[in-house]
T-cell receptor, first 120, second 114 residues
Framework: GAVVSQHPSWVICKSGTSVKIECRSL??????MFWYRQFPKQSLMLMAT?????????EQGVEKDKFLINHASLTLSTLTVTSAHPEDSSFYIC????????????????FGAGTRLSVL | QQQVKQSPQSLIVQKGGISIINCAYE??????FPWYQQFPGKGPALLIA?????SEKKEGRFTISFNKSAKQFSLHIMDSQPGDSATYFC?????????????FGKGTKLSVIP
């Protein structure tokens, strides 16, 4: 099946530093990728929609300047948490929509394994 | 406003039993309904999906039942196994909304006991 690689899987950083998380679709092209945040025992909270070659669309309440998203190619989107603080500690997950699997009204999205961010 | 309501929040089923998770939606424009399985510390994995033009879809031990008039759909796991213990999320999508954003339910934690 389709694979989405998310790296790193776990990162610990000091408060005030920036952390970059990569999301790659390994065997398909993804014009659209999504970034989610998940708190323990809770559902996925959509942070932003990442579109190749254009600016990301952020959900209400998500700070654009804090969570920088870049989608420079059809297989790679990055999320940079700038000036991270302890309250940014969370599980971040990306998903990628397979450009080819649109027939029949489908919306096939594959998720990465997630990145656990711990800010000290 | 929660657009997809999922129940129960948690479920304990004996090995070999049937696990049933229900979802209800309000937006009649939704026309694609996937289910995702998530193990602790991992990202969700697509399990099975259905469109409203069919009432049931089966893949192995997993079956989606869809009731368009009631705006409800459910996941049935037959012959549940301890390896099925995970959190399950239902989701919905409106193909005419101009966005590929999925609307997720809050999740159901399934525990299958031997």
């Amino acid at each position: 099946g389709a694979v989405v690689s998310q790296h790193p899987s776990w990162v610990i950083c000091k408060s005030g530093t920036s952390v970059k998380i990569e999301c790659r679709s390994l065997d398909f092209q993804a014009t659209t990728m999504f970034w989610y945040r998940q708190f323990p025992k809770q559902s996925l909270m959509l942070m932003a929609t990442s579109n190749e070659g254009s600016k990301a669309t952020y959900e209400q309440g998500v700070e654009k300047d804090k969570f920088l998203i870049n989608h420079a190619s059809l297989t790679l989107s990055t999320l940079t948490v700038t000036s991270a603080h302890p309250e940014d500690s969370s599980f971040y997950i990306c998903s990628a929509r397979d450009d080819k699997l649109l027939a029949g009204g489908r919306n096939i999205q594959y998720f990465g394994a997630g990145t656990r961010l711990s800010v000290l | 406003q929660q657009q997809v309501k999922q129940s129960p929040q948690s479920l304990i089923v004996q090995k070999g039993g049937i696990s049933i998770i229900n979802c209800a939606y309000e937006n009649t424009a939704f026309d694609y309904f996937p289910w995702y399985q998530q193990f602790p510390g991992k990202g969700p994995a697509l399990l099975i999906a259905i469109r409203p033009d069919v009432s049931e879809k089966k893949e192995g031990r997993f079956t989606i039942s869809f009731n368009k008039s009631a705006k409800q759909f459910s996941l049935h796991i037959m012959d549940s196994q301890p390896g099925d213990s995970a959190t399950y999320f239902c989701a919905a999508w409106d193909s005419g909304a101009g966005s590929y954003q999925l609307t997720f339910g809050k999740g159901t934690k399934l525990s299958v006991i031997p």
